[in-house]
Each structure stands twice: as C-alpha cells, then as structure tokens.
C-alpha cells in the first residue's frame, strides 16, 4: 500500500507551517503521547500498593485497572463521536483533563479513607475517555508531521511508549515506597502535562466530509483491529505470566525481569528499525511479522529452556513496534477525515480487548494453557491475513485477464 494520499477536506493551521515550527510541535505531541500514558504505565504498581495500603491486598489494584479498561471499552465510541463538533485539540484537552480529575479523585478519596469501591468507581471514570484520547491524539499527528513521514514519527512514538512502559512501573514502586498516595498524585501531575505540551492547531472537519455515510466498523477495518488484538494479547501474556515463567524455572518472582526486560529491549529496537525505515511495510512483511510473533509464542508456550524463551520473547518484542505502526497507517488509509478519530480509539480499544482476553485467561487457565490458546489464536488470524491476501491476488489477476 502506498501511504501517499490525496489531500484531506480537513480545515487545520498546520500545512502552512514553516518546518522548524513542525519538528517543535512534533517533539511536543512526543512528549504529549508519553505522558499521556504515563498513568496507564504506571497504574498497575501504583494502584496495587493503594490497594494494599489501604485493605491489606495488593489485588483491589487488579480491580481498579479491570474497571479502568472496561470503562474504556464502553466510553471509547460515544466519547469519540461527541468530539466531532468541536476543535480536535481543545477536545484532547478536555478529555486529558477530565481523566486527570477522576485520578485526583482517587488521591482524595484515598486520603480520606474512603471504602475502597469508590475508589474502584472512580478508575471506570478516568478509564471513559481514555480511549477517546488516545483517538484524538493520532489524529493530531496527521496534522504534525507530513504524510511521508508518518511511519518515522509513529515509530518514534512507538520507541519512547516503551521506554515510558519500563520507567513507569518503576518510577511508581520507589513513590509508593513512600507513600502511595503521594505516588499516584505525581503520577496524575505527569498525566495532565498533555494539556499543556499539546501542539495547537485549528483541526476541524468541514460540512460536505461529515455527510459521509461510511460507518467506521468496516470488515476491513475489523479484520486490522482483531489483528491488533490477537498481537496486544500475545504481548500481555508474557508481560502478566513473567512472574510465573520465572516460578516454571524455578527462580525468585524478581528474576521476572528475565522475560520482561528482553521483550521492552526488543520494542524499542523495533521502534528504532520502523524509524530508520520509514516506510509501510508490504502486505507479505506484515504475514511474516504475525508468523515471528506466533513463533515467539510457540517458544514461550513449550517453555524448554531459559534461553530459549527469552529467544521467543524477543521474537515477540521486535515486531510489537512494527505491527502497530503498521495497524495505525493502514486505518488511516481506510478512514474517511472525520471517522479517523473514532478508528485510532477503536485501534486502543483492540488493543485493551487483547488485555483483558489475555488476563481472563491466565486467571481461570494455566499459563501454558493460556500461552497455547493465545498462540493458537495469532495462527489463526496470520492464516485469516494470508486468505485475504490470497483472495486479493486472485481478484486483481481475474481483472488483469
């Protein structure tokens, strides 16, 4: 596919900016989309020592990031579709800062003692709009970056989310040794600086493009999205069972890092290859990078040896950067100017759906079994790419002869 495209009816400030004000707004929807998950990345740790401090289990922090994502699910379609009136940016504003509220809410109620289901409350409500954000982000990159330079900057983005991902957790583990609460007031300080950092543009649709008829759930667009999911799922299992991968060999739960530090080296190495490339990768690449992922998976699965599943944890790692940035091009190419929003938060909400799949396994399963049904379910869907792929083909020699 070529990413090159026609220009968009979208009315927006950015194309007749000069290039350095460019590079400073693209370094400033960099740091946005960091800080943006900051909370996201660091709310496991830090919502599992809020919940220990306050009822003594460490698993009320589970809860409270379960509600978080199934608010997402629920929020990501009404909350996308209420912004289409108003300026993209102010809009990502408003949600950054709704969210950023609902977190402080849980500071408060933290502090004064409240039961501890009004905490859980309040992390559905800062997991609403997320989705949403997200959304309203990528869209705004659109009109940061030029389209030839898209995969560059979605790799960059890619590269500095993992970093945020390994820095994170460990940033809310030395707060929490202080305070917990005092950790997730710093960790909602750092989540509201999108507010600020975000570029400022005019982004708004014109009339005659909002009139389209074109729904957002298209069957190709569902095909990429449970792509995503089934890859988010493979990733989130080796990062939910690395405990347990450490335990299979008989090692202390800390050793964990074993399988956790592998897999982040190997995003950001990805991230860095995507960056340096800076091109769509083909139709055949992407199969190939599901069957890595697969691969990887089936190592992990029959867990044979240390070296050989940190091996398959790589394999896994160094195509999570590519594959994403690769899902994100492609809808961008499949949606219409004001749907694109609504697509990238549904590309979030794939992304979260293979969260949950990948935790209600490894909660009512065992991790080999989990691991087998996950890699099972990424075969299927690199076979559901291939037939696609193949039927494609057929088509376009059929209309050749």
């Known amino acids: 596919m070529n990413i090159s495209k026609k220009p968009s009816r979208e009315l927006h400030k950015s194309s007749a900016t000069p290039g350095g004000e460019k590079s400073r707004s693209f370094i400033r929807w960099l740091l946005s989309s960091a800080f943006l998950s900051f909370p996201q990345a660091a709310g496991p740790i830090a919502f599992s020592l809020l ?127 202080i305070s917990p609460v005092f950790s997730l007031l710093v960790i909602t300080a750092l989540g509201i600086l999108p507010v600020v950092l975000i570029p400022r543009l005019n982004i708004r649709s014109s009339p005659a493009v909002v009139k389209t008829r074109q729904g957002a759930l298209t069957r190709p667009v569902a095909l990429v999205l449970i792509c995503s999911t089934a890859a988010e799922a493979t990733v989130a299992a080796v990062e939910i069972g690395a405990v347990a991968l450490a335990l299979n060999f008989r090692y202390e739960p800390f050793y964990a890092i074993f399988f956790t530090v592998p897999l982040c080296l190997a995003s950001v190495m990805g991230g860095v290859w995507v960056s340096i490339r800076n091109r769509m990768s083909a139709p055949g690449t992407v199969l190939l990078h599901l069957c890595l992922m697969m691969l990887g998976a089936l190592m992990v699965t029959v867990n044979f040896s240390v070296i050989t599943t940190i091996v398959g944890v790589m394999c896994i790692g160094s195509v999570i950067a590519p594959l994403g940035t690769h899902f994100s091009l492609v809808l961008d190419e499949m949606s219409p100017p004001h749907l694109k929003a609504e697509v990238f938060a549904l590309l979030r909400t794939s992304n979260a759906m293979g969260v949950i799949f990948a935790s209600a396994l490894l909660t009512v399963t065992s991790l080999s079994l989990s691991l087998l049904m996950i890699t099972i379910f990424i075969g299927i869907v690199a076979s559901g790419m291939a037939v696609a792929m193949l039927g494609k083909k057929s088509v376009i020699e059929t209309d050749c002869e």
Request: hydrophobic share 55%; net charge positive.
């Open 51 to 177: 919940a220990l401090s306050i009822t003594g289990d460490s698993r009320g922090g589970a809860a409270m990031i379960l509600a978080m994502t199934i608010a997402q699910v629920i929020g990501v379609i009404p909350f996308t579709r209420l912004g289409n009136r108003f300026n993209s940016v102010t809009y990502f504003q408003l949600l950054t800062l709704t969210r950023s509220v609902a977190l402080l809410c849980i500071v408060l109620a933290s502090w004064y003692k409240m039961p501890f289901t009004v905490l859980i409350i309040l992390a559905s409500l800062a997991g609403l709009v997320n989705g949403a954000a997200q959304g309203y982000l990528r869209v705004i990159l659109n009109h940061v970056v030029n389209a030839n330079r898209l995969p560059r900057g979605l790799g960059m983005a890619a590269t500095l989310n993992e970093l945020v991902f390994v820095l994170a957790p460990v940033a809310a583990s030395g707060l929490g040794s």
